[in-house]
C-alpha cells in the first residue's frame, strides 16, 4: 500500500476501501480543479503579458517611424535657415546688375555692402571664416601651406594668406591657404 503521510489532504489509509476509493477521487478532482484553476490564471497572464509586448512593440515602431521623419524634415529643411540668410544677398546682387551706368565707386561700394550681408549671413549660420594675421603660428588643423618662404619672422608662423578658410560650428570647411615663413 502507498504511503500518503507526505500529503496531509491525502485521506487515512486505515478507512475502508470504498471510503479511501471515493476521498482519493475527491482529492484528485480538487487538485485538478486547482491545476485547472492555475493554469487559467496563466493563460490570463500570458495573454495580458503577450498584449503588452504587441503594444509595446507598435509603439517603438511608431516611435522609429516618428524619428525617422523628423531626421527626413531636417535634412530637407536644415538648410533653410541658411537660403533665408542668402535671399538679401542674392537681392543686392541682382539691384547692382539692374544700374546700368554705375561708376567704379558705386560698384565697389555696393560689392562692400553685399559682402558684408554674406559674411553676416554665414555668420548667423555659424559658418567663420578663418583669415589668420600674418605671424600667427601655423595650425595644420586649419591652415593648409602651400609654400614655404624665407621671411622676417619666427619659423612656422603665417607670411601671408592666399585664400580665406571656413568654419562651421569648429568644423573645416576648407582650410586657409597660406605661406608660411621658412626656418632660417
Known amino acids: 500500500m502507498q504511503d500518503n503521510n507526505h500529503n496531509p489532504a491525502a485521506p487515512a489509509p486505515n478507512l475502508p476501501p470504498e471510503e479511501f476509493e471515493a476521498a482519493m477521487a475527491a482529492n484528485a478532482n480538487d487538485e485538478m480543479q486547482r491545476l485547472q484553476n492555475e493554469l487559467a490564471e496563466l493563460k490570463a497572464k ?26 527626413s524634415k531636417a ?4 538648410i533653410e535657415n541658411f537660403a533665408e540668410g542668402l535671399l538679401p544677398v542674392a537681392d ?19 560689392t562692400e555692402a553685399t559682402l ?8 548667423r549660420n555659424r559658418v567663420v ?14 591652415h593648409q601651406a602651400i609654400s614655404m618662404v624665407a621671411a622676417n619672422q ?24 597660406v605661406t608660411v615663413a621658412a626656418p632660417k
Open 154 to 177: 619666427e619659423a612656422n608662423t603665417i607670411v601671408s594668406v592666399l585664400q580665406k578658410g571656413y568654419l562651421i560650428a569648429d568644423r573645416v570647411l576648407r582650410p586657409a591657404l
Open 116 to 123: 558684408r550681408q554674406l559674411i553676416s549671413a554665414l555668420e
Open 46 to 71: 500570458s495573454a495580458e503579458l503577450a498584449d503588452q509586448f504587441l503594444r509595446a512593440k507598435a509603439e517603438a515602431e511608431n516611435a522609429r517611424r516618428r524619428a525617422e521623419d523628423e531626421i
Open 129 to 142: 571664416v578663418v583669415n589668420p594675421p600674418p605671424g600667427e603660428k601655423f595650425d595644420p588643423h586649419r
Open 92 to 110: 543686392s546682387l541682382d539691384a547692382a546688375l539692374a544700374i546700368q551706368n554705375a561708376t567704379a565707386a558705386q560698384l565697389r561700394e555696393g
Open 75 to 78: 535634412r530637407k529643411f536644415g
